[in-house]
């Protein structure tokens, strides 16, 4: 996922330097404690009737929304027809032909078209069967799983595996991310408990404060090189956000492996890594229905958010950053750096106006 989060020099270009992001132990402070804008009162959701209909309208409304968007910027970026006008071109030529490629070979699933999605692929539940003999998952206390339907399963195995599922809120839109713990379901709410709907009536809303170690990321992508863990998401860059807040929040570090599951036709050996940005995030573990591969990768995994090649424009589309950002400039009182503008779709713009 690249899209619109960090705009910034080939990857071989980026000097060696921590002025770009703030240590990790800023937010073990018991001062970034005392204040949460967060999290959410759950305390009377019992209480509360959750109307699930409404829910999932809107979820499925502002996605089709955000898919629009995607689509024009990248037929915007194609259509330019030189890399150099934008770094990012050679990106959508690599989602395009796999996207294009999956619907041709009808190996896409519901929900279709796969365009402009971490694409739902035929045999999606056996390579989340094989990720879940990998030692990593076996092992693993709490699994951070993207909340995309090619890893439904994957998310199903580790709450029926008795483990802790943490998943994003879709886009980082209403919070941050969400715990459920399998104690605290019922058996016949884990199939529903892996979806959207979900997550958001049986899981625990956390913040930026949580006290949490996650031991296995597992994570979607539209085309991945297995030679060197190399990685393409749908390209809207909220895989990258969530990578690097949970390394401010110490929950992970460089040792987490890092899992992706995908069709054998995703497998691709073309993703330049001398061009890769500062922020995107490799892989350690590929499983498809077919094989398991263990990439050791050499490309260096994020340390962070990248306050100085953050735009604002995606500053704005996500509350939480905002938060975050204004929190860290009151405590340490200084002012972080904004990345440069980007051009936004013209949807997108044409909404920002009403």
């Known amino acids: 996922m690249d899209a619109c989060v960090f705009r910034i020099p080939y ?7 921590k002025s770009n992001f703030l240590s990790p132990n800023l937010f073990r402070s018991s001062r970034y404690c005392s204040y949460n804008p967060f999290k959410l009162d759950t305390s009377k959701r019992n209480d509360i009737s959750f109307d699930e209909a409404a829910y999932e309208a809107e979820r499925l409304r502002l996605d089709a929304k955000a898919r629009e968007s995607m689509a024009t910027e990248a037929a915007e970026t194609l259509g330019n027809g030189n ?47 094989k990720l879940s003999r990998l030692d990593v998952f076996l092992k693993a206390d ?22 802790k599922l943490l998943t994003p809120q879709p886009r980082l839109r209403t919070g941050f991310f969400s715990v459920l713990e399998s104690n605290a379901l019922n058996p016949s ?11 958001a009536k049986y899981g625990k809303p956390i913040g930026l404060d949580e006290k949490i170690k996650v031991d296995l990321i597992v994570i979607g992508s539209v085309a991945v090189d297995p030679k060197t863990g190399a990685r393409l998401g749908k390209g809207e860059g909220f895989a990258e956000l969530e990578y690097g807040m949970l390394r401010y929040m110490g929950a992970i ?64 589309q996500v509350k939480i950053l905002r938060e975050l950002k204004a929190i860290i ?26």
């Open 253 to 316: 570090d460089d040792s987490t492996p890092i899992v992706t599951s995908v069709h054998d036709e995703q497998l691709v050996d073309d993703i330049p890594v001398e061009k890769l940005l500062i922020h995107d995030v490799p892989v350690d573990i590929i499983c498809t229905p077919t094989q398991v591969i263990f990439t050791n990768t050499s490309i260096p995994k994020p340390q962070g958010i990248y306050w100085d090649k953050l735009s604002p424009q995606k500053l704005r």
């Open 83 to 129: 890399d150099d006008d934008d770094p990012k071109a050679w990106k959508w030529v690599i989602r395009k032909r796999i996207w294009d490629l999956m619907e041709a070979k009808n190996i896409a699933q519901f929900p279709r078209p796969v365009h402009h999605r971490i694409p739902n692929f035929v045999g999606a539940p056996t390579a989340a069967n």
């Open 189 to 199: 709410s884990i199939n529903e408990a892996c979806t959207s709907v979900g997550v």
């Open 11 to 17: 990857l071989s270009h980026l000097p060696s330097t």
């Open 329 to 354: 400039e009151k405590e340490t009182g200084q002012k972080l750096p904004t990345g440069p503008s980007e051009k936004l779709p013209p949807t997108a713009q044409r909404r920002q106006k009403r």
């Open 142 to 163: 709490c699994v951070k799983v993207n909340p995309d339907t090619p890893q439904k399963q994957v998310r199903f195995l580790t709450l029926n595996g008795g483990k």
